[in-house]
């Protein structure tokens, strides 16, 4: 195993046992949502996945180990510290672990750590992409490289259109990531069911998502999988209010001249900010809504 590598006995246990187990990222307990209901949220996705008979595994990095697996008191620990604790991507992990250092771990770094774990089922509410206005900025999200080489399904609410969705998935087809759509034909974009954008195919069953996870990973091709699953009815929210809430947050981002690393974070809290927090509670709604879906896919590859 990775020396700088550290399983939590429960995560350990079920992976010995080939029990079913889903990996949750740290960002966006540290730098997704506000403290407290970050901690809570994180928390109860993690009730929501042993409830529906697999082990979460929540990813961070943590004075300078890989965490696989965390306590309480660690989950309590990042959310506290919110936006102090780095947001880690994979070009920071060594800087990060040779320095003893925390970060919280995006899409990227989970999907590192939860592949060095033998974990291959993640569940999060949203992945990076090509943003808005890339053909300038070159600013596409290391998560997409990552889907493109490391084996693990990413199971989302589909992407927020503070990035080009159609660009993202043109990025996708080149890397030759599957983007599939659970019982949809069209790409969901996070708040709002619909995108007008399609997926590459819709998949219905739990069983047909790990099938197709489980022929990737048998061929070896390499990269994982994108799963985008639609937020629950009831929790979507009015498309022009949303849509005008982040044309804003992105014409703010870029008059204030907002780069790097701090774009993706900064967008998300002001389209929090702008939405009065309803945004919030639809967050949360699609998340548990993601470690649901994860938790059957993982039960089936466990079984298969
Ligand atoms: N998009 C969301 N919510 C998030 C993120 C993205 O809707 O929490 C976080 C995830 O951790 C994702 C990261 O991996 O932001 C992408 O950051 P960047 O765009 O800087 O690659
Ligand atoms: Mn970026």
């Keep these: 195993m990775n020396k700088y590598l550290d399983i939590s006995p429960e995560v350990r246990e079920a992976l010995a046992n080939g029990r079913p187990v889903v990996a949750l990222e740290s960002t966006i307990i540290s730098h997704g949502m506000p403290y407290p209901q970050n901690v809570e ?9 042993r409830e529906n008979g697999a082990v979460p595994a929540t990813i961070a990095v943590i004075g300078g180990r890989l965490k696989a697996g965390l306590s309480e008191a660690e989950i309590e620990y990042l959310g506290k510290k919110g936006r102090g604790v780095a947001k880690a991507s994979r070009r920071d992990l060594p800087v990060l672990v040779a320095g003893g250092r925390d970060g919280a771990t995006t899409v990227t770094t989970t999907m590192i750590i939860a592949s060095m774990a033998g974990i291959k089922v993640f569940a999060t509410g949203g992945i990076g992409g090509v943003h ?5 900025t070159m600013d596409i999200s290391a998560d997409l490289e990552e889907l493109a080489q490391t084996p693990v399904m990413v199971i989302c609410a589909g992407a927020k259109s503070i990035l080009d969705l159609g660009l993202t998935l043109e990025y996708l087809e080149t890397k030759g990531v599957p983007v599939i759509g659970y019982g949809t034909d069209e790409l969901p974009a996070f708040y709002t069911r619909r995108s007008g954008f399609k997926v590459d195919y819709r998949l219905d069953t739990p069983e047909e998502v790990a099938a197709a996870f489980r022929a990737k990973l048998d061929m070896g091709l390499h990269g994982g999988m994108l799963v985008t699953n ?3 009815e009831e929790y979507s929210m009015d498309p022009e209010r949303i849509n005008a809430a982040i044309d804003e947050a992105v014409a703010e981002a870029a008059q204030k001249g907002i780069k790097g690393k701090e774009t993706t ?6 389209i929090k900010d702008i939405t009065g927090g309803d945004s919030l509670a639809s967050n949360i709604q699609l998340v548990l809504n ?4 994860a938790s059957a896919v993982a039960k089936c590859l466990a079984n298969g």
């Design 230 to 232: 639609p937020i629950p």
């Design 265 to 270: 974070p900064f967008l998300l809290a002001r």
């Design 290 to 293: 993601n470690a649901r879906l």
């Design 132 to 136: 808005r206005g890339a053909e300038t």
């Design 41 to 49: 949220t994180a928390l109860r996705v993690e009730k929501t996945i």
